[in-house]
């Protein structure tokens, strides 16, 4: 279960929609996706027309007044609806709105003191078997969480406790800046407590226009957003999109998926899904592109990443071969080596991969376990005129 709050310190760029068309193409591409809207001053999620349930459900705001009252954690299902015809393949998507709107719901929001949450009703230990019962109950793949705006304490649940990674979109102004460097900075200082872990960032300029910069103001101020909240470049861009359908709350993803905002949207959700190696179609996109640093510039922590995807899929033919490949490239061969056999193994017996293995073969001068795989892959009603060139200029 991979975790990733959407903040922003300003309204108005576009955050609860960039949320609902990731989580959506999520369920879209196969993915297990629950969405919580935690902001719950002006909740959202559940206008969408792909994401309304039947009829109002009770969510967030219900399920700490029940805490509150009882003492005790609640059953979250009873919190949590199914968006009906998203998913595709084995995708499904759920939703725990803010809750139920209304009077009622405004008057017990009104009444929760998170300060008191916290200090006096172990408010943390609540949450943190919420996120349990997300994972035990339905087993998500992402979570995706709507934070509020600006300084706030659900906003400091939203963006430290709770996720794996946070996405920060932002207007590029002097107000987003100023008010964006302390929440950027309290999230970096997380990695320093208790918890220890680190919480990938996600930075993405939003709502920009397509205008001539001729004096470079836009390029001035993405200098300063760079080097005032650390970060080495911007996670994506997402574009300003007239059109009427925005006002009619469409899931672009799903209902304009040719449109440049849908575009958008898609290469937000692969770059997210980038820190995620439980992930597996992430993963093997990953390992299946082409290296864009040389040897020179190798740096340690790669290596400590595909030790964590072996860790991780260690019964995955396909994923341990292109990890094998990636150990080659950098001149590991004894890892290689092993991965490919482990790969070989497990019966995943490609043409491709088999070549792999009997060049590492070949190298080690066992020729026979190489020419024994060059003659499977001549068996093969899959093989490529490259693989077979290959092949000959092996043997040769």
């Known amino acids: 279960m991979y975790t990733v709050t959407f903040y922003s310190f300003k309204g108005g760029v576009g955050r609860t929609l960039a949320l609902a068309n990731v989580g959506v193409e999520l369920a879209k591409t196969g993915r297990r996706v629950l969405i919580v809207d935690f902001d719950l001053e002006a909740p959202g999620i559940d206008t969408f027309r792909l994401l309304k349930p039947k009829q109002s459900h009770q969510g967030i705001v219900e399920y700490i007044s029940k805490f509150i009252e009882t003492k005790t954690a609640p059953d979250s299902r009873e919190y949590i609806y199914e968006a009906l015809g998203v998913g595709e393949k084995d995708g499904r998507l759920w939703v725990m709105p803010a809750g139920k709107g209304g009077e009622q719901y405004v008057k017990q929001l009104n009444l929760i003191n998170w300060e008191y949450l916290y200090e006096n009703l172990d408010g943390y230990l609540m949450l943190e078997d919420l996120k349990a019962q997300w994972q035990k109950a339905y087993e998500p793949d992402y979570v995706l969480i709507d934070s509020r705006t600006g300084h706030t304490d659900v906003g400091g649940i939203c963006t430290r406790q709770l996720p794996d990674a946070v996405v920060i979109l932002f207007f590029p ?124 510039d190798f740096r340690v922590k790669d290596i400590d990443e595909w030790e964590k995807i072996q860790n991780l899929y260690p019964e995955d033919g396909e994923i341990l071969y292109r990890l094998a490949k990636k150990m080659k490239e950098f001149g590991s061969l004894k890892k290689s080596e092993l991965l490919f056999e482990r790969a070989i193994d497990l019966n995943y017996r490609t043409p491709e991969s088999l070549l792999e293995w009997a060049q590492v073969k070949q190298q080690k001068k066992e020729c026979d376990k190489a020419f024994s795989a060059v003659f499977e892959i001549f068996q093969s009603e899959s093989v490529t005129v490259t693989v077979l060139q290959r092949c000959i200029n092996l043997v040769d």
Not at 175 to 188: F, T, Y
Not at 235 to 252: K, M, N, P, W
Not at 263 to 292: A, P
């Open 173 to 296: 102004n002097e107000q987003n800046l100023a008010g964006l460097k302390p929440v950027v900075n309290a999230i970096r200082s997380e990695k320093n407590k208790e918890k220890g872990e680190k919480i990938n960032l996600h930075f993405v300029m939003s709502n920009v226009p397509d205008l001539d910069d001729e004096e470079q103001i836009l390029a001035n101020l993405r200098r300063s957003f760079k080097r005032e909240l650390g970060y080495d470049s911007l996670t994506s861009i997402i574009h300003r999109y007239d059109s009427l359908a925005l006002l009619e709350q469409s899931i672009f993803v799903a209902e304009r998926p040719n449109s440049r905002l849908a575009k958008d949207y898609r290469k937000l959700l692969e770059r997210i899904s980038e820190k995620n190696l439980e992930d597996r179609e992430s993963v093997l996109r990953n390992l299946s592109k082409e290296l864009q640093i040389s040897i020179t």
